[in-house]
């Protein structure tokens, strides 16, 4: 089986540098949703010392998702203070002031982001590199696949090596296989049926991860273009290419100003 996990292989060094990029992945993917349309969450962000309630940003926020639960994240400012980025799901909004006055330290520390939250249908990590497209999902919470609870949930994967036109599954399910190939071509809407070696310069490679509901929709929350992700990855099984990204593959910068 072909685990894509992050956190894998990964030294303290590492997991430092992991911290420390996940703190600038909606920056990332801000600029992939104004690019290539890619649906993700649309978090208001504001200091530490500003969410309260009487804050008209935070008012609004929560009076246009009245019947929501939500998920936070406070990001440390500061990496000196010794914390790491402290997340929670599922909130109401009474809970979710409760987390950010409970944080370790002064709350002027942290930047809090904090977006609408639901229960997925599906839950998925795809990589994409110049072999072609490698999906790892779950109808179970996407930390199943990031935090390697691989054990409580079955696993369903997806691939599709280029040049190619169609993807083989390890799912007969009809839907799951749709929700899939619907990812793949909101990743590379331009040409999802076939790559070429000629248009491969056009790809957005990297490492997303996204959550699918028939409710809501697509939303992607990760993406990561570091060596990291990438050399963290196992082999594939021996018939399959390397799903490892190489150094000369890294400017996704450049890739998004050829699509425009």
Same mark, same amino acid.
């Given at each position: 089986?072909?685990? $894509?996990?992050?956190?894998? +292989? $990964?030294?303290?060094?590492?997991?430092?540098?992991?911290?420390?990029?996940?703190?600038?992945?909606?920056?990332?993917?801000?600029? +992939?949703?104004?690019?290539?349309? %890619?649906?993700?969450?649309?978090?208001?962000?504001?200091?530490?010392?500003?969410?309260?309630?009487?804050?008209?940003?935070?008012?609004?926020?929560?009076?246009?998702h @009245?019947?929501?639960?939500?998920?936070?994240?406070?990001?440390?400012?500061?990496?000196?203070?010794?914390?790491?980025?402290?997340?929670?799901?599922? $909130?109401s909004?009474?809970?979710?002031? !409760?987390?950010?006055?409970?944080?370790?330290? @002064?709350?002027?520390?942290?930047?809090?982001? +904090?977006?609408?939250?639901?229960?997925?249908?599906l839950?998925?990590?795809?990589?994409?590199?110049?072999?072609?497209?490698?999906?790892?999902?779950?109808k179970?919470?996407?930390?199943? %696949?990031?935090?390697?609870?691989?054990? @409580?949930?079955?696993?369903?994967?997806?691939?599709?090596?280029?040049?190619?036109?169609?993807m083989?599954?390890?799912?007969? %399910?009809?839907?799951?296989? !749709?929700?899939?190939?619907?990812?793949?071509?909101?990743?590379?809407?331009?040409?999802a !049926?076939?790559?070429?070696?000629?248009?491969?310069?056009?790809?957005?490679f990297?490492?997303?991860?996204?959550v699918?509901?028939?409710?809501?929709?697509?939303?992607?929350?990760?993406?990561?273009?570091?060596?990291?992700?990438?050399?963290?990855?196992?082999?594939?099984?021996?018939?399959?290419?390397?799903? +490892?990204?190489?150094?000369?593959?890294?400017?996704?910068?450049?890739?998004?100003?050829? $699509?425009?």
């Amino acid at each position: 089986m072909v685990t $894509l996990n992050r956190n894998l +292989l $990964l030294g303290e060094q590492d997991l430092f540098f992991q911290t420390e990029y996940d703190k600038t992945k909606l920056a990332r993917l801000r600029l +992939l949703n104004e690019k290539i349309g %890619l649906p993700i969450n649309q978090p208001v962000s504001v200091e530490g010392n500003k969410f309260v309630r009487d804050n008209p940003i935070i008012r609004e926020y929560f009076s246009l998702h @009245r019947d929501c639960l939500f998920s936070i994240r406070a990001i440390p400012k500061d990496r000196s203070i010794g914390v790491t980025i402290q997340r929670s799901h599922g $909130l109401s909004e009474d809970e979710s002031f !409760r987390f950010v006055e409970q944080l370790p330290g @002064r709350s002027n520390s942290y930047t809090i982001q +904090l977006n609408d939250y639901f229960v997925p249908d599906l839950s998925a990590i795809m990589v994409v590199n110049k072999h072609g497209i490698l999906i790892e999902a779950t109808k179970a919470m996407l930390m199943a %696949l990031t935090q390697q609870w691989l054990e @409580r949930t079955e696993i369903i994967h997806a691939r599709l090596a280029f040049p190619g036109h169609s993807m083989t599954y390890t799912t007969d %399910l009809i839907d799951i296989r !749709r929700i899939l190939w619907t990812a793949v071509k909101i990743v590379i809407p331009r040409h999802a !049926r076939a790559i070429s070696p000629h248009n491969l310069p056009r790809v957005i490679f990297g490492y997303y991860e996204f959550v699918f509901s028939a409710r809501y929709g697509y939303r992607f929350v990760d993406f990561n273009r570091t060596k990291l992700f990438s050399s963290s990855l196992p082999s594939v099984p021996e018939t399959s290419p390397e799903w +490892l990204c190489e150094p000369e593959e890294f400017d996704w910068l450049k890739t998004l100003e050829r $699509l425009e």
